[in-house]
């Protein structure tokens, strides 16, 4: 038998190594949180009579739900409970696999009964809270270990129940889609059983969930703020839309707003631009009322605001937002996002920019992007509806209408050539396990 320690900074990279190092038939024979990460015991040719006995898998969403409750009700009980001994003997028995509520019921001793003797009684408020928090600390790494198996496991049965339901799942990763979509989405097209007609069913469903505006926001008019990060192309998008109603109505109804104070010659850029087209250019200060920058022009059909990419943890954002989601503003605020951001910073953008309202998104740099479905993705979950797309550098000619058939087939035409590994499937059910509620397969 071969025993051996894995070191890492989460569950799932510990996971990553003991599948690499001792392969899938390796045992997981105990984990402990460490400062830095997590320490995983891992042993090949692990005899079975040194495991705990196996439950029959009925159903892989009960046991997952059995498992989940259980650690939820061992936390309530760590938190009801004032004596450290208590603590220790619900958290023995969900380690052991055995019921909270089994054998040997705790009795919480009454006011009428004579204190039991101990060699160092100590009081409940002197309890130490890191043993509760390095108990919690516990229960979560196991949590998140029991997902990781789960997620390989369902990954596993899915690829030998339903072969054909596995081969989608695959292509709709190499577009990039998140796995509650992709779920949502194979869910549509279960009854289809050919390969091709189920295919062209999904990305029909996936055109479907896409929303875009009934009617061109430069068409409506009124007053259009550019929000989002530092480098998602927020300038130049406001100078194409600019560009665009300069052409078809002229320079007469439309001004530009700069809230831009902090990045270096983003005021110059906007003036330079408010040259070439002959149109306006209103600089706000900091400190200074939006709504007063706005007032002399109320008269102009389309006012396009540009705003400072700032840090979600940087005051002066939390300010400007509440500037654009003020009352007398009626700002209509488009979130830029660049479709080759990662997964994790566009839904940042979102979470930080969401607080002013937001009234759809653009995404931009589609001529530079690897993969269109995580854009896609968090377009569709958060019900933003895509307002223009941007292509390349080019002012206005590089701005366009979304299409939701053509951004569909846009978004196949970029996917990833190599198949997904098996490791980033596992993964990906795994993170649809967060949720009891939720199924997969």
């Avoid at 002959?278 to 705003?307: C, E, F, M, W, Y």
Wanted: contains cysteine.
């Amino acid at each position: 038998m071969q025993v051996k320690r894995f070191f890492a900074a989460d569950m799932r990279q510990a996971m990553k190594l003991v599948r690499d190092e001792l392969g899938a038939d390796a045992a997981i024979i105990g984990n402990r949180r460490i400062a830095g990460g997590v320490e995983l015991m891992a042993a090949l040719d692990y005899k079975l009579s040194a495991l705990a006995p196996r439950v029959p898998n009925i159903e892989l969403e009960d046991e997952l739900r059995k498992t989940q409750s259980r650690i939820v009700t061992a936390q309530a009980e760590l938190s009801l409970r004032g004596e450290g001994e208590a603590g220790e003997h619900a958290s023995r028995q969900l380690f052991a696999g055995l019921p909270l509520t089994a054998a040997e019921p705790l009795i919480e001793p009454t006011l009428s009964e004579p204190p039991r003797p101990a060699p160092a009684p100590a009081p409940a408020a002197a309890i130490d809270p890191r043993a509760y928090d390095s108990m919690r600390s516990e229960l979560n790494g196991l949590r998140e270990l029991l997902e990781v198996q789960l997620g390989s496991l369902a990954w596993n049965q899915l690829q030998g129940r339903h072969p054909q339901q596995a081969n989608l799942w695959r292509r709709l990763q190499r577009i990039g889609l998140s796995g509650p979509l992709s779920r949502d989405l194979l869910e549509l097209t279960a009854s289809i059983e050919e390969p091709r007609q189920a295919w062209r069913m999904l990305l029909a469903h996936l055109a479907r969930m896409i929303v875009t505006p009934e009617i061109e926001p430069l068409e409506e008019g009124g007053v259009i703020a550019m929000v989002g990060p530092a480098g998602m192309g927020k300038t130049t998008t406001l100078a194409k839309l600019a560009a665009r109603y300069v052409l078809k109505y002229g320079a007469q109804h439309i001004a530009l707003v700069s809230m831009d104070s902090y990045r270096i010659g983003a005021q110059e850029q906007l003036k330079t631009l408010g040259r070439i087209l002959n149109v306006s250019v209103t600089h706000l200060d900091p400190g200074q009322s939006l709504a007063q920058a706005l007032d002399p022009l109320l008269r102009k059909r389309v006012v396009l605001i540009d705003t400072a990419g700032l840090q979600a943890s940087d005051p002066a954002l939390r300010m400007q937002l509440e500037s654009l989601a003020g009352r007398g503003i009626k700002s209509k605020n488009y979130l830029v996002l660049a479709t080759t951001s990662q997964k994790q910073v566009l839904t940042a953008a979102y979470h930080s920019y969401k607080r002013c309202g937001l009234a759809g998104c653009i995404l931009t740099k589609l001529d530079e992007t690897a993969s269109l479905g995580e854009v896609l993705s968090l377009a569709i979950s958060h019900e933003l509806p895509v307002a223009y797309l941007t292509d390349g550098p080019r002012i206005p000619d590089d701005l366009h209408l979304p299409r939701r058939h053509q951004l569909v087939s846009r978004a196949v035409s970029v996917q990833m050539q190599e198949e997904p590994s098996e490791e980033a499937m596992a993964d990906m059910f795994a993170d649809l396990y967060h949720s009891p509620t939720k199924r997969v397969g």
